[in-house]
């Protein structure tokens, strides 16, 4: 399986999406299942034991160890958010698979056996759930999420019972430490230093901390034409000033991004002042004790927007990722094997959050950035180059063949 | 019928909405069509000749001047904002129905028949068409409005159709100005004054100009995480510098008021920079230019910000109306009225827009204002007192009295 039968297949997976014309494909939808029996019949046809777990995420195991051997993982996730594009995520688990192929043809026996992981729910578009699928594998799903519902009020329990899972199971995917040998991901980049540099792929250094919230700003409802400028408790405005604060924040302190990417305002009339105001922050740092000054000034912020406009601002915190960095001796192997394709060894922090932050509470973990246009991504204008996944196909075989004692 | 009848109705009706809970009655939705058949049967029972028009008004005719006389209207509208209250526009129609059934019964004879009217889309919540069913009755409805779509995407033709309306038969509602002898509406303040001052009624003198709009913001949607801020074409954050802006030029311009009331965000995730925000503008102020002056500057906060952070911001207009003064002959009728019952008779400017801005066109107009607690309106706890619903019925009985000639 070349870069070429990655490429078609990354574009064969978008007829699977919940909207005509665009990408989306959240957890837990005809949709999502759609891409993952896809995927099933190709990790079958390259002769890997497949099977799903309660979480609705797919694997295919190659047995290339001895009895009993942990599994080294490789893989990614089939979720994406409304409007995406078709790398973020699937480039990972068709190269995961396209690489456990070629070492299975070779026939190698390795300290570990071989998992290409297809995760049900990484981007948490729908029930703002973080790494929801990889958590419950490495161990860390909080019950509580179970209850969280979507925009339409179907809580994850029991949109997951539904679509063939098993809450009550969830907890039963839990791997242990000893039953999994490592991660390997290789994603696109999302940002845009390797297109900048010239350079197809990059070592990850780590992923930066990560904090999202929903604020709500409850004010008065009242008539837009009978209201003076000074007696109004408007909620919609003081949400204004609020997103206005948020993006100051980020702007001032170097490193740290800030995004409010969902807003409601009810009742959601012309001519009606809003009473009462829901929205999303998403802040990240590669420092978590600098996210967690630039969250302290962004509450402060409210409080202070709270007081002057007379509304009542709170927040709950949605998901909190501490920085998670990369283990050094796979990091290592990564960049020895971008070394021996004669190509210069670029590192870089992620940006984005990915199952790695799960899955480092139970295994070291590693990742490759793949250059990727404009780097754009979350937006169907994401594009590669079948020519980086060469390279990356290569580099990947060979990390896992470096570590696997077998160069 | 009497203060407390009027009050029994007007909470009766509440029955009539799209929501569980709370009252939400707009255009050609079953919730009004019930409303309008209660109505019907009241004025049934006051021995009024009903009808019904392609546009869904309802309309009740007392025949007390000579044949081929023209009608006097009383009235208001029976739709109501999502999460309303129980007295904006049924109050309207109710005492109309109450004072025209008490003049019916004296059997006196007046220079015009009297007419009570219930309008079925003054609060233009579902498809932005300002005063859409008395500008029908004003023969200024335009017919593009009928190709405009609620949030669902129904278009008001389609729905009117299924409403059991006439789109095609819009046009044939028009009375000219010979039919109609003039225009009174009875409704609450929606605002502080007349409580404040301790009053019961009080004399609109003009319904001040007023402008909407819809503003599009399209920047570029990316990752939340991995898009540093200084690249950002972040619509949600331009839209909400022009909120503030919005409210900055109401805030420095003495009697403008300024809402922003809706607001949409795409994508819409909270891990997604939102590429494209939707959000209206309702815009208000006694004078012509004085309300000109200020969408001029909000038009140049909106191009400032979009030069500034390389959005794209575009407006529509979705209403412009004009400022519209009451009619100084019934004006006078009504002061004297209030006068008679030893009251001080106290002008106000109308901060909301009425049916009277749609009805000018063809007729001399009036409306008086009921004291309301708190000034609430557009919300569930508006609140009116019966003893200031009595004072009401008296004055506008004189009104039509002293204007017929028979004080």
Do not use: K
Not at 97 to 113: H, K
Not at 342 to 369: C, K, N, Q, T
């Amino acid at each position: 399986m070349d870069a070429a039968t990655v490429m078609e297949r990354c574009d064969a997976l978008q007829v699977h999406t919940e909207e005509p014309g665009r990408l989306t494909r959240r957890l837990a939808t005809p949709a999502l299942a759609g891409a993952m029996d896809a995927v099933e019949g190709w990790l079958r046809d390259a002769g890997l034991e497949t099977h799903r777990d309660a979480a609705l995420n797919l694997f295919g195991r190659l047995r290339c160890g001895s009895p009993g051997a942990p599994a080294f993982l490789l893989g990614s996730h089939l979720d994406s958010v409304p409007d995406g594009g078709r790398y973020d995520g699937p480039l990972g688990v068709l190269t995961a698979l396209a690489v456990v192929e070629r070492i299975g043809a070779t026939g190698a026996r390795l300290p570990f056996d071989l998992e290409v992981c297809a995760f049900s729910d990484e981007e948490s578009t729908r029930f703002s759930t973080a790494y929801w699928s990889s958590a419950a594998v490495a161990g860390r799903s909080d019950p509580a999420w179970l209850d969280r519902s979507d925009t339409s009020g179907v809580t994850l329990r029991d949109a997951l019972t539904a679509a063939g899972g098993d809450p009550a199971a969830v907890a039963g995917c839990a791997r242990s430490r000893g039953e999994v040998a490592g991660w390997l991901e290789l994603h696109i980049e999302q940002g845009p230093i390797l297109e900048r540099d010239g350079l197809p792929i990059g070592v990850v250094t780590g992923i930066q901390a990560q904090a999202q919230h929903r604020f709500t700003i409850a004010g008065t409802a009242g008539h837009a034409g009978t209201t003076p400028m000074a007696g109004r408790r408007d909620a919609l405005a003081a949400a204004a000033a609020l997103i206005v604060g948020v993006e100051d924040v980020a702007r001032r302190t170097p490193g740290v991004v800030a995004t409010v990417g969902r807003i409601d305002a009810e009742p959601g009339a012309t001519n009606v002042i809003a009473g009462r105001v829901t929205l999303t922050t998403d802040v990240r740092h590669p420092d978590d004790a600098v996210l967690g000054r630039a969250l302290a000034e962004i509450e402060d912020a409210a409080h202070a927007i709270a007081a002057e406009r007379g509304v009542e601002i709170t927040n709950e915190a949605l998901a909190l990722n501490r920085a998670v960095p990369c283990d050094p001796g796979l990091m290592s192997a990564c960049a020895r094997a971008i070394a021996s394709q004669g190509l210069p060894v670029r590192e870089l922090a992620s940006g984005a959050g990915h199952d790695a932050v799960a899955l480092s509470h139970i295994a070291p973990v590693a990742m490759l950035f793949l250059r990727c246009r404009g780097g754009i991504s979350h937006n169907p204008a994401e594009s590669v180059l079948a020519a980086d996944v060469t390279v990356a196909l290569d580099v990947m075989e060979r990390v896992i063949t470096t570590i696997g004692g077998r160069p």
